[in-house]
T-cell receptor, first 113, second 114 residues
C-alpha cells in the first residue's frame, strides 16, 4: 500500500518557535485527520478535513494550533508559539474512499525544549 | 469514562500461545471497529476491521465483536515474538453530513516470550 508522507520526520525546536508539519495525502483519499500521540494520552484527534474543508478542529488548542489543506496534495499543521507540552508524535491519517480503511502517515516526532 | 478503553498491559504470553486483547467502548452509535498494531517508533498499521457482531478471522488473527456488550477483542493464535507490539483498538462513529470520527484506545502492549 502506498505510504502517506509526512515531513519533517523529526523536529527539535525551542519553546516559542513556530513549527510547521506537512502531510502529502495519497490521491483519492478524501478525508484527512491530524492526530497527536503521547505516552500519557495516547492518540488524540486534533482536526480533520473532508475534500479540503475543515470539519472539526475542536480537539486543537485554537490559540496556538492551526490546520489547513491548501490543496489536495498538502495538509499542514502549524504550532505558534510552541511549548514543551506540545512534544509528541503527530500523525496525518487518511480515510480511503469507498471503504473504512484508515492509513497512517510516517509521523513527525516533535520535541520542544 | 473514556470513549475507548483498553488495558495498558503489558500482556505477556509465551511463544505459540493465544494472546487475547480486549477493548470496550462507550458510544452505542459506534459502527466500525479496527485493530492496529504499532511497533515501537513506528506508525500504527491496520491489521483487522470488523463491522458486525460475531467473529472475523484472518490468518492467525480473529476479531470478535459484541455490540450489545460494547466489547471488541482480538485473538492472536500461535503468538510469535514478532507479534510483540502495542495493539490499538479504534472505534468509528459515522456522522451524516460530517466526516466519520475514529477514536483510539491507549493501546495494550503485548510481549511474546521465548
Amino acid at each position: 500500500d502506498a505510504r502517506v508522507t509526512q515531513t519533517p520526520r523529526d523536529k527539535v525546536t525551542e519553546m516559542g518557535q513556530e513549527v510547521t508539519m506537512r502531510c502529502q495525502p495519497i490521491l483519492g483519499h478524501n478525508t484527512v485527520f491530524w492526530y497527536r500521540q503521547t505516552m500519557m494520552q495516547g492518540l488524540e484527534l486534533l482536526a480533520y478535513f473532508r475534500n479540503r474543508a475543515p470539519l472539526d478542529d475542536s480537539g486543537m488548542p485554537k490559540d496556538r494550533f492551526s490546520a489547513e489543506m491548501p490543496d489536495a496534495t498538502l495538509a499542514t499543521l502549524k504550532i505558534q508559539p510552541s511549548e514543551p507540552r506540545d512534544s509528541a508524535v503527530y500523525f496525518c491519517v487518511e480515510e480511503k474512499v469507498g471503504n473504512y480503511g484508515y492509513t497512517f502517515g510516517s509521523g513527525t516526532r516533535l520535541t520542544v525544549v | 469514562q473514556k470513549e475507548v478503553e483498553q488495558n495498558s498491559g503489558p500482556l505477556s504470553v509465551p511463544e505459540g500461545a493465544i494472546a487475547s486483547l480486549n477493548c470496550t467502548y462507550s458510544d452505542r452509535g459506534s459502527q466500525s471497529f479496527f485493530w492496529y498494531r504499532q511497533y515501537s517508533g513506528k506508525s500504527p498499521e491496520l491489521i483487522m476491521s470488523i463491522y458486525s457482531n460475531g467473529d472475523k478471522e484472518d490468518g492467525r488473527f480473529t476479531a470478535q465483536l459484541n455490540k450489545a456488550s460494547q466489547y471488541v477483542s482480538l485473538l492472536i493464535r500461535d503468538s510469535q515474538p514478532s507479534d510483540s507490539a502495542t495493539y490499538l483498538c479504534a472505534v468509528l462513529i459515522i456522522n451524516t453530513g460530517t466526516a466519520s470520527k475514529l477514536t483510539f484506545g491507549t493501546g495494550t502492549r503485548l510481549q511474546v516470550t521465548l
